[in-house]
């Protein structure tokens, strides 16, 4: 393909040139090109299908603003939904396709739905679809949904980077403009730390796309030596390709910056850098937007926005089309056909909405002052359009101006509403800024190029000063001005035609019209029911002549219509950029037991707990399902030795002279006279007295402790203390630090637990009952001198002892258990045998301190001192948490051994309905027993601690399953305690 | 959001946990005669105001010091950063 409409001139390098593919089909661009400027230079005009009416479209702007040229970018994995070609750098082999059309793009099947127009009005989905109600799930929306949306995903995971990064600086600048430019400019020599931002890959805004100049330079020419000159600077941080897609608290700005998206292959580099920019000032110079004119038919290919020609034929020597038309309401426009006849383009004509003398004399151009333009035709590309005077024009590309639009979106991210400007119509920043932001050029509505860039000199050089700076002494830009006029012209009235307003979600002007007349007259109101300014442009091109229709209905004036709320993201942030590196896995790291690798290379299945992966059971030859692991697990251990990590456990060091004392407070039973030497259970309840989390702790010296936390509340009992210790008792002498990972801890449980250890514990520590008790601990060395702390506590019934290394012994000491405990069959267990022996013992766990349980619920009350205050104990006390009838922690067994009872189930009596209102308590935790041979449970009854032997119906709605059961002792196993003291 | 925090100067607020209520600190006196009801609105009733509001933020990700924040809930402008110590401290809260 030759480039048919490529012109001279322009800003590309036509020394590279680059090979696409768009639908197949292969062109030629430049260096330097978008995929917009390349299809245009190949005059491909037709690029994509409406959202609603599958009406061809074509591309409009030739910016981010663009509703039209929606493409999926790139293939396979890389596919890219919905990406603007307008803002797509060229990149050699690029790969597009158009989207939304069944069939090829210029024959596409769904454009029969055009035709169905006048019944596809705004709310006809709502109004439509509503019964019967089985369908809208089943037939309505999938088979809407398979219609409607644009760009299709490829269904793969992302196979890019993605990348997070904070920056610092003393002066942001948003959009590198002529006022971004200068105002950069001023501050950088200044001294103050800059960074300057710009969404687009040439610095230089609309210097690139018009013919002003800058100190006796051509604008461009300009833009790019100060970018040089700004690049060398060491306080200068230039980033092209970014976009500052939101205005944060204090200061903070969202950035998203392309680092690949304009290359081949992301070569292994990330592809996208999320950045969070820390500023002390910024400067808004994001520019403007022109928005269109209304008019019959005024979607076809080849009609685009006038600042958009000048943006192709200036700055990427890509025409349009060869005989172009300009319809305008203000002078600008006028710019458009003067640079088209100094490129040599052909125009067609001028036509211009105010009854004025013509601006200037365009040659061989017909100029028809006080008209519009009414209609067009052709259906692939624009042909010929007709004005209110009934003149017909041939013409490829009309050129539509209707006026400027301050970029004012981030001024209004902290709830800052804009401002109506009477001179300029438009919405300009309004009074409420986010703290720290000013606002200059096009973006303030400063729409002349001197006043913009002297403007924003001066400001910036007023916000380094502020910063303490002493202010550059160079002159502000001087620039070639034109005052531009214009006039308040959103419509052609006259024209009988559908008269697009939204292109993106094919809104017309009857739509909001119809909106209006239907009753949905605030804005928030019409954008919904009519989907104007949604999706990826959000409204950027629609939503003034939007305003500006719904106002001309309820005849009052554009401000009191109201605008919308602007929010982030400024332009579209890819999910992949969100997420940064935190996917799959790297999510949520895992965290790792020290006897992880050996847990894995010994047949562990594991089971997240929080963060922690532990080991659930370890599976042998021969060994059919979990159950038959657990319960020999159970077993050997009860008759042996078994070994379990229990590291995870939150562990808490805590020392100083009030330590003791603050126990006191914290625990709800008593901890100032425990012995050094010895471990004391301990209940912590929250304010509100329901329990909260339990736990031993160890008196190490008469001022140091260490209290173990459940594996689920390390973190939170820790935070918890903190507060304690910092808010509520701050004279307290008492510090603590995190030991959690400090540590590497196992439990060894069973009768031959002792004489295990005695083969590991360095001589001369006496482990015997009488010289290491039940319930004592010590601190001490093992295998030859490796620190060690033990405590003889039991989870699981048995003679029991825990072993705590340094952490990085912790691999160590599982291979030594592991060995020592060969000649006693040791065993290794997992969290599901610590479960069954924890549920044989009856001791609480999470399942039963879930949040709404109490000290007496749990069968704990004589826990609760009496003698002392501690958190919670007042609210504890209170008559409804101690009812007569409250429920109680007890033991449940299946009356017909051979069932299996379910946790979840609840309890009513036998001659009861199994009904809310008979609800009796839960059952909390199940597990079959190895050692009774039938399954046993814990749950929560009324009174249940009065209720032994009394059979109940413990019911599973939910499973469909009912089990009798009778209330037994929670103690299932070795209920005396003979076995754990021996 | 940063919070600037007295010992080490401007922190995101990423790194902290929020807790609440300021008025957190003020836990009742026990042994008072209408100890139940104070506890009871000490736990349950708090005031949730469209303007200036004392909350508590803890640096968990930094030196675990809890801080008093004063903080606009409208405008996120934050006028004081205290140690929660030092503001228990004046409160009277001892041993």
Redesign the interface.
Known sequence: MKQIRRIAGGFIDRKTPLSFEFNGRRFEGYQGDTLASALIANGQTLVGRSFKYHRPRGIFSAGSEEPNALVELRKGAFQEPNTRATTVELFDQLSAKSQNHRGSLEFDLMAFTDYLSPFLSAGFYYKTFMWPKFAWEKLYEPAIRAAAGLGSLSLEDDPDIYDKGFLHCDLLVIGAGPSGLAAARAAAFSGAQVILADEDFRGGGRLNSETFEVDGKKGADWAQALWQELASLPNVRLMSRTTIYGA?????YGALERRTDHLPHSGGKPRQILWRI?SKRAVLAAGATERPIAFGNNDRPGIMLAGAVRSYVNRFAATPGKRISIFTNNDDGWRTARDLSAQGVSVAAVIDSRDIAPLTDIPHAKIVMGAGVMDTSGRKALKEITLTTGQRITTDCLAVSGGWNPNVHLTCH??GRPSWAEDINAFVPGKHLP?GMQVVGAAQGDLTLSQAMSGAHQKAKEMVKDLGFTATRKAAPKASDEASMGAAFWHVGASKARAWIDLQNDVTVKDIRQSYQEGFRSVEHLKRYTTLGMATDQGKTSNIPALAIMAECTGKTIPETGTTIFRPPYTPVPMGALAGRARGKDFRPYRLTPSHRWAAENGATFVETGNWLRAQWYARPGEKGWRDSVDREVEMTRASVGICDVTTLGKIDIQGK?AA?FLNQVYTNAFLKLPVGKVRYGLMLR??GIAYDDGTTARLGENHFVMTTTTANA?LVF?RL??AR???????DVHMISSTDAWAQFAVAGPNSRALLQKLVDKPFDLSNEGFGFMACAETTVCGGTPARLFRISFSGELAFEIAVPARFGTAMMDCLMQAGQEFDAVPYGTEALGVMRIEKGHAAGNELNGQTSALNLGLGGFVSAKK?CIG???S??PEMNREDAIRLVGFKPVDQSQALSAGAHFIALSDAATMANDQGWMSSVAYSPVLGHSIGLGFIKAGHERMGEVVRAVNPAQKKEVQVKIVSPHFYDPDGGRQRG | MIINHPLLGPRDAAEFVYLGDASLIDRPDPNAEDAADRFFEYGYLRDNPAGMHEELWYHEQGDRSWLVVTRDTLTHDITAVRLARDVAKERGRSK
């Not at chain 1, 944060?248 to 903070?252: A, L, R, S, T």
């Open positions: 944060y608290d204090h200061g903070i820390y902290q709830r703290p009030d004392l304010e509100d973190v935070r903190e507060f910092q808010c509520l008792w701050p004279e307290l205050d104990k007042t609210l006390q209170r």
